[in-house]
């Protein structure tokens, strides 16, 4: 079992930044691939960015490549989005997941989320 707490949202002008956190407790979050993905209101969920349990291997969204970074610390049990440049349409809310297979598996585990709101 792994329990997901999010943090970092909040209200940013457009071309500014915010950083996301998500920790985790349980002993699976060391071996877990960790993911964001958003949902904006009336749109489908969608993925953003994942990390690998080493963290050596990431994977983002077309949209948000060369602005968001993905991060972790495992010895926090924590990971990380660091989101610069935002733009209006990064509203969301941001919510991180654990897939326990690793990247490219099922994520089972989901925080509630965390609100972002870009204002242009």
């Known amino acids: 079992q792994v329990q997901l707490v999010e943090s970092g949202g909040g209200l940013v002008q457009a071309g500014g930044s915010l950083r996301l956190s998500c920790v985790a407790s349980?002993?699976?979050?060391?071996?877990?691939?960790m993911g964001w993905f958003r949902q904006a209101p009336g749109k489908e969920r969608e993925f953003v960015a994942a990390?690998?349990?080493?963290?050596?291997?990431?994977k983002y969204a077309d949209s948000v490549k060369g602005r968001f970074t993905i991060s972790r610390d495992n010895a926090k049990n924590a990971v990380y989005l660091q989101m610069n440049s935002l733009k209006f349409e990064d509203t969301a809310v941001y919510s991180c997941?654990?897939?326990?297979?690793?990247?490219?598996?099922?994520?089972?585990?989901w925080g509630q989320g965390t609100q972002v709101t870009v204002s242009s």
């Open positions: 997941a654990a897939a326990p297979d690793g990247l490219g598996h099922e994520y089972k585990y």
């Open positions: 349980g002993r699976a979050f060391s071996r877990s691939a």
């Open positions: 990390i690998s349990w080493s963290g050596i291997s990431t």
